[in-house]
């Protein structure tokens, strides 16, 4: 009997085409570039060209995909890994074209901006490495390097994991790629730093809402995220919406602080207030759809309303 949660013949197009934008990580990769975007223009920086931000969202399916496309088996009550089962030689090759897009994108740069790369200080280096690093440890490749011993196994730091990695790639990245590119020095200013932090913590709080979809399997596997150790109601009143309402007393703080537009703060407020909601809503169960459409879709929600905030003010 074939699987059920396969896709079936008479599914409707726009269902392939959702399950081919969640389960493909193309959704990922678009979040990516708006957040990339928004954070550029929160620093008064130009946007980057075409190229820089196909390759973020290239590197960005691309990670997310190494996961799937390594298991040898898909779960029996995991629809995306069922998906990954029946598309994986179309997976594959879109693996391989995504990573050739990534290290063409290397060798343009090299290439073109080859005398830039003699002035580049080692703070520089470290900040292009890090994060990639650290993904590297988060990842451990699905157990080719470190099995088990890998940063995701400690439930309480992978949201936190994560949310530097999507920090630094969406508000360090376009910062010194802008930099190098122009031959500019690159220094931590203040308003970088509280765009990474406010980044890093906005992730890490869709990273938790994330775990809860993940409870069993990892109550099972004995990674101690906050739901497993704390439970659902804990986990939602306790931590997630007090972050949230951390994240938005900063922001109206900055916002006080920098005497910004009644229409920047109503727009960098919404993203603030669709978490809180969404927040209430997970004490249901919800369908994998749901994380992978609503939760990650409040990245987008918060990359148009910044960019909206700064266009419009």
């Known amino acids: ?3 059920t949660l396969h ?3 008479n599914d409707s197009l726009l269902q392939q085409l959702l399950q081919w934008l969640l389960y493909g990580n193309y959704f990922y990769g678009i979040c990516a570039v708006a957040l990339s975007i928004e954070a550029g223009l929160q620093q008064n920086y130009p946007l980057n060209n075409w190229f820089y931000y196909l390759a973020i969202m290239a590197g960005t399916m691309a990670f997310y995909t190494i996961a799937y496309i390594s298991e040898q088996t898909a779960a029996i009550n995991n629809p995306r890994s069922s998906w990954y089962r029946q598309h994986h030689q179309q997976i594959k090759t879109q693996q391989l074209l995504a990573i050739l897009l990534v ?3 290397l060798v343009f740069v090299l290439v073109k901006h080859s005398t830039a790369f003699a002035t580049v200080s080692l703070k520089e280096f470290f900040w292009w490495l890090i994060f990639p690093v650290v993904g590297s440890l988060y990842y451990g490749f699905n157990g080719s390097l470190g099995g088990k011993n ?9 949201p936190f994991v994560i949310g530097f990695c999507w920090a630094g790639v969406v508000t360090v990245y376009p910062v010194l790629f802008y930099n190098l590119s122009h031959q500019l020095p690159f220094s ?3 308003v970088l730093l509280r765009l990474f932090i406010k980044n890093l913590m906005f992730i890490a709080v869709l990273c938790i809402m994330f775990d809860i979809k ?3 399997v990892d109550h099972n596997q004995q990674v101690k995220t906050f739901v497993v150790q704390k439970g ?3 986990t939602i009143f306790a931590i997630i919406i007090p972050l949230c309402l951390l994240g938005l007393g900063s922001f109206l703080l900055l916002a006080w602080q920098q005497h910004f537009s009644l229409l920047r703060i109503v727009l960098n407020t919404i993203p603030f207030i669709c978490l809180l909601v969404v927040a209430f809503l997970l004490q249901q169960r919800r369908s994998i759809f749901f994380y992978l459409l609503v939760i990650d879709g409040l990245m987008l929600v918060k990359a148009l309303c910044g960019s909206l905030g700064m266009w419009l003010t």
Do not use: H
């Open 7 to 9: 896709i079936k013949s």
């Open 150 to 158: 890998t940063l995701r196994q400690i439930g309480w730091l992978k």
């Open 103 to 105: 290290l063409s994108f």
């Open 1 to 3: 009997m074939p699987n």
């Open 188 to 190: 931590i200013e203040p």
């Open 214 to 216: 993940d409870y069993a």
């Open 232 to 234: 659902l109601r804990v």
